[in-house]
């Protein structure tokens, strides 16, 4: 039998993350977005002044996945939520009730913390996904659009 394990990542995970980064994007059809190096996982997640966090899921003291996360804040509610960056396990490894163990485990983290919600972007095409999503009750948010300015477009605004 399978034991699933979820621990805090440290800065020796690195190298892991960033293949889970990698395997990430493969399976997204994005290979060629990925442009973080070992030492900017290392900086961006373990450096005093990070404000994300990771997680390793391990099977049998192999890690299997990983998760990346970080606070956020809701007007609205006035409380902060908790924010799924990314979420990925090993092919391999699905089915066996790592992606849910994950979940449960950051879901327990924003309740303990007073986060007020839990939130997380899937891609449109990611049945798989979507369809754990909303067997485990979480709801799609249809209303709202995603912006995003990168790159020179950031660099441009920013300097205007």
Known sequence: MNKI???NATINDASTILRFINELATYEKSQQSVKAKIEDIEQSLFSKESTAHAIICLVNNE?????VYFYNYSTWLGKNGLYLEDLYISPEYRQIGAGKAILKYLAKQA????CGRFEWCVLDWNKPAIEFYESIGA???DEWVIYRLTGES???FACE
């Open 5 to 7: 394990e979820i621990r």
């Open 111 to 114: 309740v303990a913390r007073g």
């Open 63 to 67: 890690p299997i996945g990983f998760a």
């Open 154 to 156: 950031l660099e441009s």
């Open 139 to 141: 709801k799609a948010q």
